[in-house]
């Protein structure tokens, strides 16, 4: 039985095809994964009706994922150099399959919360693996169009998560979200067990960085917490200045500990080269701009708008498809002209979509909306293949792992820094709109209605007309303020790109030199004389 099952296995998966096989499983997964990141949004109303929910517990319904996927990124890419790529990721679809389950079995939020957290360290493991494994399988002259589809696989799940999360909890039930993922995870188990090579990086021992892994994952705990919890909490209350004061002296400690171990979980010469810096900080500018937008006009467009959770998901349908498109198209431009162009036009693109933006008042159509959504996914799909091209072509192969984990986070910090500086520049500047607004209201009231302003604003539950009218005028004005810095801050990043990013021939001489033999083996032996 086992051999007419491995003589069908060879005729299906031959030589020339594996590596598409494997392409195809990376996608399957990370399908999986990139939909939680937008699904569960719409599903919370739901949630907290059907569980008796807290606002905190969907909050942390979010949050819990959100936190440890950005946190374990850089461990996961690591272990998976140590003990073998597949391995790791395997790991990962089976937990994050697992804990899917469990999360629709959920019988109250505090279950529902703990297995999100589950669920972000399931995804932790995968994402990194995801694209150390295909950098691994495809050869430096075709790693542009295989991380190209990779890409837009990430932006259609994107796109269809609110429009999938809504139909499901609209006709079926909240917890039909989560049930889809185990069927996903065992093809995706199947497939990669067939098609997948297992790869490690054989230039150092199996030994696990502990120290490294306990800094690392402390600095980034307190840092993304404070940066979620920033506006519910108060920048300038004790708990986040003290958060913010344990993620410096955790990643000062990280950086020490890094530098004295033999197998270190992260390896600064990557920044040594250019490419690999200016791919990380674009990663970081994208996903600032993409998601502090995206987030603050889904609440534009429910708050302000009155469009329900599914019509509002459909209005970003524009931006998301397009991402799709571009994907490809932009990984195989980068096999021929090379990243930097594509990566400093592309931002230049997405910040003339937030200036665009950035004119909304309280009574804008959709259809003033739209080109600003056209361009956006133009933009961002012309950076996200080439930025991780970039910086997948800057590193040795056998450092994929790493590599790939040190970008996934630079992108999820990132975005949670957007949504987090966005939100307190509305509050703040907000403010001062609701002062001139409503001068007769008691201060602790404007202080309250600012401090809402960072979620969108009250949305009318026994307020007067005024005072809604008020709210949602400094809501806006105040969001068209953060999205014009937003767009002076993305075209900063347009020109780090093309400043740092080196020109193809320099990065494909360096692929190149990567995965030749003899090259591989000066390194290895560098590496384990020191």
Not at 111 to 121: D, E, P
Not at 248 to 273: D, H, L, Q, T, Y
Not at 396 to 423: C, E, H, I, N
Not at 438 to 459: D, K
């Amino acid at each position: 039985m086992t051999g007419r099952i491995l003589a069908h296995r060879h005729r299906l998966i031959t030589e020339e095809n594996s590596r598409w096989w494997t392409l195809g499983a990376m996608c399957f997964a990370l399908f999986m994964v990139m939909l939680d990141n937008t699904v569960v949004n719409v599903a919370l109303p739901s949630i907290q009706r059907d569980l008796h929910a807290t606002l905190a517990s969907l909050e942390w319904t979010v949050n819990a994922y959100t936190l440890t996927f950005a946190v374990l990124m850089v461990t996961g890419g690591r272990l998976g150099d140590i003990f073998g790529r597949r391995m790791m990721f395997l790991f990962g679809v089976v937990v994050f399959g697992i804990s899917s389950a469990a999360i629709g079995f959920s019988p109250n939020d505090t279950t529902l919360v703990v297995f999100r957290a589950v669920q972000g360290i399931g995804a932790a493991f995968m994402m990194p693996g995801t694209l150390s494994i295909i950098t691994q399988s495809f050869p430096a002259e075709q790693r542009g169009m295989a991380i190209g589809t990779w890409a837009g696989v990430s932006a259609l799940a994107l796109a269809i998560g609110p429009v999938l999360g809504g139909f499901l909890t609209e006709s079926v039930s909240w917890r039909a979200i989560f049930f889809i993922n185990p069927p996903i995870a065992v093809v995706a188990v199947a497939v990669t067990l067939f098609a997948a090579r297992e790869s490690r990086d054989e230039t150092v021992s199996r030994s696990v960085d502990f120290p490294g892994i306990a800094a690392i994952t402390v600095g980034l705990t307190a840092l993304v917490l404070a940066l979620v919890e920033g506006n519910a909490w108060h920048w300038g209350s004790t708990r986040i200045v003290g958060l913010l004061a344990l993620a410096v002296v955790s990643v000062i400690a990280f950086v020490v500990i890094e530098r004295r171990v033999k197998a270190p979980m992260v390896n600064f010469s990557f920044f040594g080269s250019r490419s690999f810096l200016g791919a990380n900080l674009v990663g970081f500018f994208v996903s600032f701009a993409m998601l502090a937008q995206f987030f603050f006009l889904a609440l534009y467009m429910q708050n302000i708008l009155h469009y329900s959770p599914l019509q509002a998901g459909l209005r970003f349908l524009p931006s998301t498809l397009l991402l799709v498109v571009m994907g490809p198209l932009a990984g195989r431009l980068t096999d021929k002209v090379g990243a930097r162009p594509l990566l400093s036009l592309g931002l230049v693109i997405v910040s003339a979509s937030i200036l665009l933006q950035s004119g909304i008042t309280v009574h804008t159509g959709y259809i003033r909306l739209l080109p600003g959504f056209v361009l956006m996914g133009l933009g961002i799909g012309m950076v996200m293949s080439p930025m991780s091209t970039a910086a997948m072509n800057a590193v040795d192969r056998t450092k994929a792992g790493a590599a790939s984990g040190v970008l996934s986070m630079s992108r999820m910090v990132g975005g949670t820094f957007g949504v987090a500086v966005m939100g307190a520049l509305i509050a703040t500047i907000g403010r001062t709109k609701i002062d001139q607004a409503l001068p007769h209201a008691p201060a602790s009231t404007r202080a309250s209605l600012a401090n809402s302003l960072g979620a969108g604003g009250i949305t009318g539950h026994g307020a007067s007309a005024n005072v809604i009218s008020a709210v949602h005028e400094a809501f806006v004005s105040a969001l068209g303020t953060g999205l014009l810095i937003g767009a002076g801050v993305t075209l900063v990043g347009a020109v780090l790109a093309w400043r740092l990013v080196e020109p193809k021939s320099k990065l494909m001489a360096a692929a190149a030199s990567a995965a030749d033999p003899q090259a591989q083996s000066e390194v290895a032996a560098g590496e384990l004389a020191a």
